[in-house]
């Protein structure tokens, strides 16, 4: 009979395993010696050690779920407990024993992480459709909120889950803001519909009336009502982009065919003018001889003549009118302003009131200087005072009054 530390081969070539219980029986020999026997049982004891070895590493060195970890532990305890083999069974049960308590407190981090990352889930989820509901209650960038309620959405999905009850509560508020941002959508561009189809309506107002005044030839007036339409177009706000681009084309067509006809008959009509312009340059030059005005009643003559010519020949082009009226306004104004003097200066009762007011302003000084005399003799110095600022006062009037009085002259 052959014998090991863990185990034996009977005569009758049973192979018994030595365990803290006892001896059991582990399998039968028959083909060659016992040490050959106890060579193969060990043979299979390394491989369930190897099994166990295995799942160590993995409980140790990687991110095993203890799950599935707990449920190859009970497989290698089942093996071991039954095990056809020879070797110290107890240590693997140890081994075992003690992956057990590694894996259970791998399993409570893992459940203290998922509560963490629960509650971390919850506050972006949270976040997510509190964004959601803002959106849907305020903006109204149509747009960016629909492209942002979509990101939402997928962060949403992107997010760790929760517990169901507040998984499925938040999800129902975040489905219920996404229909509240379409409903306030299609709300809002039906009105805009709304509107832009009575500004397409007023708009065809404005076109047909432009339209009906492309052939007028009443330049000013129809001029004057085509920026009249086009202020109602500013302020007419905007139609659909089809429509806005087709009516602002017709109205554009309008508005060019009038002012073009305008335009051309204006050229015409001011080529026609242009000799008329060449006279009044002359009649100007002419004019401007009588400057400066020396004789008003000559002068006033002079252009009196010039006025008659002036108006005898006519209209000239547009360009040139003002500046030509002007220039004949200018000597104009100037004869005016000499008539006005002339007749200043020989009016007898204006006259008479300057002399009037000279003779009395000399009476008044000569009154003053007997005052100051008598005051200088008495030695009385406020009444000399008084009487030199009166002198001084006089003597500024009758200088200004014997001025207005030279004018007569």
Do not use: C
């Amino acid at each position: 009979m052959s014998t090991d530390p863990w185990g034996r081969v009977d005569d009758d070539g049973t192979v018994y395993v030595r365990t803290a219980d006892g001896e059991r029986a582990v399998g039968s020999w028959q083909a060659g010696e016992p040490e050959e026997a106890l060579a193969y049982f060990h043979r299979k004891f390394d491989e369930l050690a190897g099994q166990v070895q295995l799942l160590e590493q993995r409980v140790k060195g990687t991110d095993l779920a203890p799950a599935q970890a707990e449920a190859t532990i009970v497989k290698l305890r089942e093996a071991v407990a039954d095990a056809h083999a020879v070797g110290d069974l107890a240590a693997l049960v140890a081994r075992l024993d003690a992956l057990t308590t590694l894996v259970g407190q791998r399993r409570e981090e893992v459940k203290a992480a998922r509560e963490v990352a629960r509650a971390e889930a919850k506050g972006v989820k949270e976040r997510i459709v509190a964004e959601a509901e803002r959106i849907a209650d305020e903006t109204t960038h149509w747009k960016s909120g629909g492209e942002r309620l979509r990101q939402l959405v997928e962060e949403w999905k992107a997010a760790e889950r929760i517990d169901r009850v507040t998984e499925a509560a938040l999800w129902k508020r975040l489905s219920a803001a996404r229909t509240a941002f379409a409903k306030r959508r299609k709300t809002y561009f039906a009105g805009l519909d709304e509107q832009r189809e009575g500004v397409r309506s007023l708009k065809e107002r404005i076109v047909a009336e432009a339209e009906e005044l492309a052939s007028s030839t009443d330049w000013g007036q129809t001029a004057s009502i085509y920026r009249e339409l086009m202020q109602q177009w500013k302020t007419a706000g905007r139609a659909s982009r089809e429509a806005e681009d087709e009516l602002w084309g017709r109205f554009k067509a309008a508005q060019d065919q009038f002012f073009q006809a305008r335009s051309a008959v204006f050229a015409e009509r001011d080529a026609s003018l242009a000799a008329n312009a060449t006279v009044k340059e002359e009649l100007l030059a002419e004019a401007e001889k009588i400057l400066p005005v020396t004789d008003a009643r000559t002068a006033r003559a002079a252009l009196r003549g010039l006025l008659e010519r002036w108006e005898s020949v006519g209209a000239v082009p547009r360009e040139q009118r003002d500046r030509l009226e002007g220039g004949l306004r200018k000597v104009d104004d100037a004869v005016r302003k000499a008539e006005e003097a002339e007749w200043k200066r020989s009016n007898p009762e204006a006259r008479a009131r300057a002399q009037s007011t000279v003779d009395q302003l000399r009476t008044s000084l000569e009154q003053l200087e007997k005052k100051l005399a008598k005051a200088q003799a008495a030695g009385r110095a406020k009444d000399i005072k008084e009487a030199e600022e009166a002198i001084t006062a006089r003597q500024s009037w009758l200088e200004e009054a014997e001025r207005t009085l030279a004018e007569f002259s």
